[in-house]
């Protein structure tokens, strides 16, 4: 009972954190491919599994928020809708392995893709196969297995409630899957430190894959979450938010290391576009001052004596060739014009 229990307390939790971490999601994976477009990258068979990852997670969600809605209503363990509830979580479990299992092999395809000693690529691979062999088993357990209460699906079955010997098998397969995210996070350290890069940047590019260790933390949260020793009912659906969680916390984790390239870019851009405006400030200043300068000299000349300046400059402007008569012509009119306030000899003295 304590789970119906929890999700007459719960299900606006389980709903809304599908829903934030599903747009969160959908957000994140775009972002990743228009960092690719933007950058004229090629795609990658890592993008390609976070997309089909990212596709399935989106189904699981709409099953698990639709079973919190149907489960909500329930009054017994016996009642249909709490067996419509079990039967939906039945199968987001399935899918859950396969997101997981996705997403590790698109952030190892792409250390693959991004590191060239062979040791690494040879690694990444083994880890790979390791991930797809842990989902392969857990999916032929879940699916070839079930266990209590998956069993009592079928007619003639006894009456469904959930028994902690059906944990165990979770709590097993939790424990490997955050062995192999740990994996994944601490192998590319060593390679990140071999770059020919500045320390800043190594400390940058090392934080920016660090960050999956949020999808470790909130695996042992959920994990934290179904461990009750020796009890046989408990609320099952505050693990149900932590799925949602940890599920969208590693797609959007697995995106993060395929930003840089567009974050640099757009750094750059801002720095460029700073330095333009730096330079034109100081420009503007500089003419500024060269102004304020001349326009000092100009008021210590005489008016008669500019006016002697500008036409001994019209009139040496007129002994030039044919060749440049119109231009010289030009630029004399303009020093007509400014007459007046000595443009002469602010040429000069400038």
């Given at each position: 009972?304590?789970?119906?229990?929890?999700?007459?307390?719960?299900?606006?939790?389980?709903?809304?954190?599908?829903?934030?971490?599903?747009?969160?999601?959908?957000?994140?994976?775009?972002?990743?491919?228009?960092?690719?477009?933007?950058?004229?990258?090629?795609?990658?068979?890592?993008?390609?599994?976070?997309?089909?990852?990212?596709?399935?997670?989106?189904?699981?969600?709409?099953?698990?928020?639709?079973?919190?809605?149907?489960?909500?209503?329930?009054?017994?363990?016996?009642?249909?809708?709490?067996?419509?509830?079990?039967?939906?979580?039945?199968?987001?479990?399935?899918?859950?392995?396969?997101?997981?299992?996705?997403?590790?092999?698109?952030?190892?395809?792409?250390?693959?893709?991004?590191?060239?000693?062979?040791?690494?690529?040879?690694?990444?691979?083994?880890?790979?196969?390791?991930?797809?062999?842990?989902?392969?088993?857990?999916?032929?357990?879940?699916?070839?297995?079930?266990?209590?209460?998956?069993?009592?699906?079928?007619?003639?079955?006894?009456?469904?409630?959930?028994?902690?010997?059906?944990?165990?098998?979770?709590?097993?397969?939790?424990?490997?899957?955050?062995?192999?995210?740990?994996?994944?996070?601490?192998?590319?350290?060593?390679?990140?430190?071999?770059?020919?890069?500045?320390?800043?940047?190594?400390?940058?590019?090392?934080?920016?894959?660090?960050?999956?260790?949020?999808?470790?933390?909130?695996?042992?949260?959920?994990?934290?979450?179904?461990?009750?020793?020796?009890?046989?009912?408990?609320?099952?659906?505050?693990?149900?938010?932590?799925?949602?969680?940890?599920?969208?916390?590693?797609?959007?984790?697995?995106?993060?290391?395929?930003?840089?390239?567009?974050?640099?870019?757009?750094?750059?851009?801002?720095?460029?576009?700073?330095?333009?405006?730096?330079?034109?400030?100081?420009?503007?200043?500089?003419?500024?001052?060269?102004?304020?300068r001349s326009r000092q000299v100009v008021e210590e000349i005489p008016m008669d004596q500019r006016l002697e300046h500008q036409g001994s400059f019209v009139n040496a402007r007129r002994s030039e060739s044919n060749d440049t008569t119109t231009r010289a012509l030009d630029e004399d009119g303009a020093i007509r014009a400014g007459a007046a306030i000595g443009v002469k000899k602010t040429i000069e003295v400038v």
């Amino acid at each position: 009972m304590e789970t119906i229990h929890g999700l007459n307390k719960n299900a606006a939790a389980i709903i809304g954190t599908g829903v934030a971490f599903t747009v969160l999601s959908v957000a994140a994976v775009g972002l990743r491919f228009v960092s690719k477009r933007m950058t004229r990258a090629a795609l990658g068979i890592d993008d390609w599994l976070l997309l089909a990852s990212l596709l399935i997670y989106f189904v699981a969600e709409v099953l698990v928020i639709e079973s919190d809605v149907i489960g909500r209503k329930a009054i017994s363990l016996e009642d249909d809708r709490y067996i419509t509830y079990q039967k939906y979580v039945y199968v987001y479990s399935i899918f859950y392995f396969v997101v997981i299992a996705l997403t590790q092999m698109s952030v190892l395809f792409f250390y693959r893709r991004i590191f060239l000693p062979s040791h690494m690529r040879y690694t990444s691979i083994a880890v790979v196969a390791i991930s797809g062999a842990v989902c392969l088993i857990s999916l032929i357990i879940e699916i070839g297995y079930p266990g209590h209460p998956i069993d009592s699906f079928f007619p003639g079955s006894p009456s469904v409630h959930w028994n902690i010997v059906y944990l165990p098998f979770w709590l097993a397969m939790g424990i490997i899957e955050g062995l192999i995210d740990v994996v994944i996070l601490v192998l590319p350290i060593h390679e990140l430190q071999k770059l020919n890069l500045s320390r800043e940047k190594k400390i940058y590019i090392s934080l920016i894959f660090m960050l999956g260790s949020f999808v470790v933390i909130t695996g042992i949260v959920r994990m934290g979450t179904l461990y009750r020793p020796g009890i046989e009912d408990f609320d099952l659906t505050v693990g149900d938010i932590w799925l949602n969680v940890h599920l969208g916390t590693a797609i959007i984790s697995a995106c993060l290391p395929a930003y840089r390239p567009l974050v640099s870019r757009r750094f750059r851009s801002a720095h460029n576009t700073y330095q333009s405006d730096d330079t034109h400030t100081l420009t503007a200043e500089k003419w500024k001052m060269r102004g304020s300068r001349s326009r000092q000299v100009v008021e210590e000349i005489p008016m008669d004596q500019r006016l002697e300046h500008q036409g001994s400059f019209v009139n040496a402007r007129r002994s030039e060739s044919n060749d440049t008569t119109t231009r010289a012509l030009d630029e004399d009119g303009a020093i007509r014009a400014g007459a007046a306030i000595g443009v002469k000899k602010t040429i000069e003295v400038v």
